[in-house]
């Protein structure tokens, strides 16, 4: 039980972190001049017919895009900072009947994107929401983390790009922050409690595994799955934006990776976006991350069901379940990182599977394959 109860408190702790605490201050005054479109649009540049764009009063600003050939965008433009600073973008949004355009990117979109020389667009993930269809009145916020090496300026956008639909606007806020200097100790102790859990978790199990191969199997794929957990989410894009651009270039020139250049500056495209824009023999490959999750705990749950020999394998099913969920709520300490319902049931499907396999291989057996009783 001592497990169980750990597990509760951890995943409450980590929660109550993660949904009260506010992990950053105010260090400026607002930036966006005219946020609340008091002066209509004044301080704000159109790229549309005046038409396009209304101000009902209260605050807000309406986009509405009838035809797919336009775009309707509303934006200020901010010269970079002089050194590595931390801005706070947020506005409350609403959605009526927005249809994508053909691209993924084209749909109901806030972002703050970088451009360099020649207003090339720099890619980096920029957006505060990207929409379609119909929601109600929400309030969305991004911390972007700006560098200003070969930035040559700053957009704040409000766009429908060739996405026709209506979006509202109100409550724009743009202002630097600073990162509470409690978080990173918060952050360390909710680790520290996560690493006793593991240790509680992982210890019997290892314990009731028989044979060398066995543990060290287990060992090096619990490892893996760690590294991928505590993986922070600027690190895991350029790894996943590499690892795409080697598949493609295995594959020919024919299915290369588009450039930054190449895609439309007006569009402020994020590498979150990348999978939008891959050819079709590289649509597999964007799924790698999942396949990941259903693999190692494939591979987990069916080694240890192979090697057990002090209790029934299907035992090991509650545990896995507690390594799945434990892995995905430490998410919320690292980095650009965000738990997914999705990926937790991914890896519970991976430990299911991983197990049901283990379990008729092993009863096809004269003995646990990988176990070595003393």
């Not at 986009?63 to 409350?92: C, M, N, T, Y």
């Not at 009145?137 to 090496?149: E, G, V």
Request: net charge positive; aromatic share 8%; glycine share 8%.
């Amino acid at each position: 039980m001592l497990k169980y109860n750990l597990f509760i408190l951890m995943a409450l702790l980590t929660l109550l972190l993660a949904t009260t605490y506010d992990r950053y201050e105010l260090v400026g005054a607002q930036m966006l001049k005219n946020p609340g479109f008091s002066d209509n649009a004044l301080g704000w540049k159109m790229s549309v017919p005046q038409e396009a764009v209304s101000f009902p009063g209260e605050g807000t600003v309406r986009l509405r895009l009838a035809q797919p050939e336009g775009s309707v965008s509303l934006a200020q433009i901010f010269d970079p900072p002089e050194k590595p600073q931390l801005w706070r973008l947020s506005a409350e949004a609403r959605t009526e009947g927005v249809i994508a355009g053909v691209r993924g990117w084209e749909k109901a979109r806030l972002v703050l994107s970088r451009h360099g020389e020649g207003g090339r667009w720099l890619p980096g993930p920029h957006h505060v929401f990207s929409l379609t269809g119909d929601h109600d009145w929400r309030t969305y916020t991004q911390i972007f983390a700006l560098n200003p090496d070969g930035v040559r300026d700053l957009r704040v956008s409000l766009q429908l790009p060739r996405a026709t639909g209506t979006l509202w606007v109100r409550n724009l806020n743009l202002h630097q922050v600073a990162e509470k200097p409690a978080y990173p100790w918060l952050c360390r102790s909710l680790l520290l409690g996560w690493s006793a859990f593991l240790l509680l978790l992982l210890r019997p199990l290892l314990r009731r595994v028989g044979g060398a191969l066995a543990t060290t199997v287990i060992s090096l794929v619990v490892a893996a799955i760690l590294l991928g957990t505590l993986m922070p989410g600027e690190l895991r894009l350029e790894l996943g934006k590499e690892l795409k651009r080697f598949y493609a270039e295995s594959l020919g020139p024919q299915a290369e990776l588009p450039r930054p250049e190449s895609v439309e500056p007006p569009a402020a495209l994020s590498w979150v976006d990348m999978d939008a824009l891959l050819p079709a023999k590289l649509k597999p490959w964007a799924n790698l991350s999942k396949l990941a999750h259903f693999a190692l705990f494939a591979l987990l749950a069916a080694v240890a069901a192979l090697s057990a020999i002090r209790m029934r394998p299907e035992a090991l099913l509650p545990d896995l379940m507690l390594l799945a969920g434990a892995t995905e709520l430490m998410q919320f300490l690292v980095d650009g990182r965000t738990p997914l319902v999705g990926d937790l049931l991914i890896d519970s499907a991976g430990a299911c599977c991983g197990l049901l396999a283990g379990v008729l291989l092993r009863r096809r057996l004269p003995r646990p394959p990988l176990a070595e009783e003393s």
